[in-house]
């Protein structure tokens, strides 16, 4: 089992950059894949971006260029950059982990974890 602890949510303006983290509670082993998705109040959960174990990543395609996504192995914790921020990224959002991934094409649909979200809201 791995534990997935989000945090780095909160309140900010448009315009404005929110840095989320994501803290694994144990090394996973290679490979993996570590992901972000969100869901806004009444809609689907939407992937936003992945990365797995050997650096590759994925995005939606509607975030590139907004959003980074990254990680610090030594940590065990998984970052979202997040800037020029929208009202409509306003959601919850989740990370997700998945060992024994690795990325062929855009974001794995599938993670065997996940945490308990951390809530992201923008306002205009």
């Known amino acids: 089992q791995v534990q997935l602890r989000e945090s780095g949510g909160g309140s900010v303006q448009a315009g404005g950059s929110l840095r989320l983290s994501c803290a694994a509670s144990r090394y996973m082993a290679r490979p993996y894949c570590m992901g972000w998705f969100r869901q806004a109040p009444g809609k689907q959960r939407e992937g936003v971006a992945a990365?797995?174990?050997?650096?590759?990543?994925a995005y939606a395609e509607s975030l590139k260029g907004r959003f980074t996504i990254s990680k610090d192995n030594a940590k065990n914790t998984l970052y979202l950059q997040m800037n020029s921020l929208k009202p409509e990224d306003t959601a919850m959002y989740y990370c997700?982990?998945?060992?024994?991934?690795?990325?062929?094409?855009?974001?794995?649909?599938?993670?065997?974890?996940w945490g308990q979200g951390t809530q992201v809201t923008v306002s205009s």
């Open positions: 997700a982990a998945h060992e024994g991934c690795a990325m062929a094409a855009g974001i794995p649909p599938d993670f065997d974890y």
């Open positions: 990365i797995d174990s050997d650096g590759i990543t």
